[in-house]
C-alpha cells in the first residue's frame, strides 16, 4: 500500500494564479481531509470529507474549494492565490467517522509557495 | 474545544528515557488523549491514545493522571529517529477533527 499519496511535491505560484492539489489514498477510508501548516505552527483543518460526495468547512476554509472525486481522491484548489496561502499542505485520510481512536494517515505535503 | 499546554522544547540522550508532559485541564469526561508525532519535512504520524487508563503500543506508554488533567508520553528508550515534534491533542467522541497545537519538539543527541 501507498498510503495517503499527494502531489505534486512543491510548487511555486504567482499571486493571482490557480492549482489544483490532488490527493489520494488506497487504503478504502471513508474520511479524507486537508490541513496546511505554516512555520512553526500546529496543522490547521481547511476541509474534509466524511464521506464520498460530501464536504465540510474547517477552520479556514477561505480561499480554498474542495472536490470528492471518488472514494480515493480528493482534490484542494486555489482559484486565485495569495502570498497568504503559502504553506505546507497535508492531505490525511481515516477509515471513518463516529468513534474517536480511529488513526488519521497523513501524506508527505505539498510545500507551496506564492510569490 | 479543550486546550493543551506542552514545553516548547525538550532535550534528550539516546538510549535513555523520555516523558514528554501534557496538560489538558479543561478536559470533559469524553475527551480522548490522542499523541501524534511530525518527522522532520513529513507529515504527522500516529503514536498513541487513551481515554482514562494507562496505554502502551509498540511506539510508547501513556501515562494519564487519575483525575485526567494531564498526561505523559513515555519513549522508553530514545532515538535518533524519535526526535520530532510531539502533539498531544484532545479528541472528543465523534468529533472530525483534530485540533493541533505547536507541540513540543523534541532533541535526542547521541
Known amino acids: 500500500n501507498a498510503g495517503v499519496t499527494q502531489t505534486p511535491k512543491f510548487q511555486v505560484l504567482k499571486t493571482g494564479q490557480s492549482m489544483t492539489l490532488q490527493c489520494a489514498q488506497d487504503?478504502?477510508?471513508?474520511?479524507m481531509y486537508w490541513y496546511r501548516q505554516d512555520p512553526g505552527m500546529g496543522l490547521r483543518l481547511i476541509y474534509y470529507?466524511?464521506?464520498?460526495?460530501?464536504?465540510d468547512k474547517g477552520e479556514v476554509p477561505n480561499g480554498y474549494n474542495v472536490s470528492r472525486l471518488n472514494k480515493r481522491e480528493f482534490s484542494l484548489r486555489l482559484e486565485s492565490a495569495a502570498p497568504s496561502q503559502t504553506s505546507v499542505y497535508f492531505c490525511?485520510?481515516?477509515?471513518?467517522?463516529?468513534?474517536?481512536?480511529?488513526?488519521?494517515?497523513f501524506g508527505p505535503g505539498t510545500r507551496l509557495l506564492v510569490l | 474545544d479543550a486546550k493543551t499546554t506542552q514545553p516548547n522544547s525538550m532535550e534528550s540522550n539516546e538510549e535513555e528515557p523520555v516523558h514528554l508532559p501534557c496538560n489538558h485541564s479543561?478536559?470533559?469526561?469524553?475527551?480522548?488523549i490522542h499523541w501524534y508525532r511530525q518527522l522532520p519535512s513529513q507529515g504527522p504520524e500516529y503514536v498513541i491514545h487513551?481515554?482514562?487508563s494507562n496505554v502502551n503500543n509498540r511506539m510508547a506508554s501513556l501515562a494519564i493522571a487519575e483525575d485526567r488533567k494531564s498526561s505523559t508520553l513515555i519513549l522508553h528508550r530514545a532515538t535518533l529517529r524519535d526526535a520530532a515534534v510531539y502533539y498531544c491533542?484532545?479528541?472528543?467522541?465523534?468529533?472530525?477533527?483534530?485540533?493541533f497545537g505547536t507541540g513540543t519538539r523534541l532533541l535526542v543527541s547521541p
Open positions: 490525511a485520510s481515516r477509515i471513518q467517522e463516529g468513534g474517536p481512536f480511529e488513526t488519521q494517515y
Open positions: 487504503m478504502n477510508h471513508n474520511s
Open positions: 470529507s466524511a464521506s464520498e460526495g460530501t464536504t
Open positions: 479543561t478536559i470533559s469526561g469524553t475527551d480522548y
Open positions: 487513551g481515554l482514562t
Open positions: 491533542i484532545l479528541r472528543p467522541t465523534g468529533f472530525q477533527k483534530l485540533v
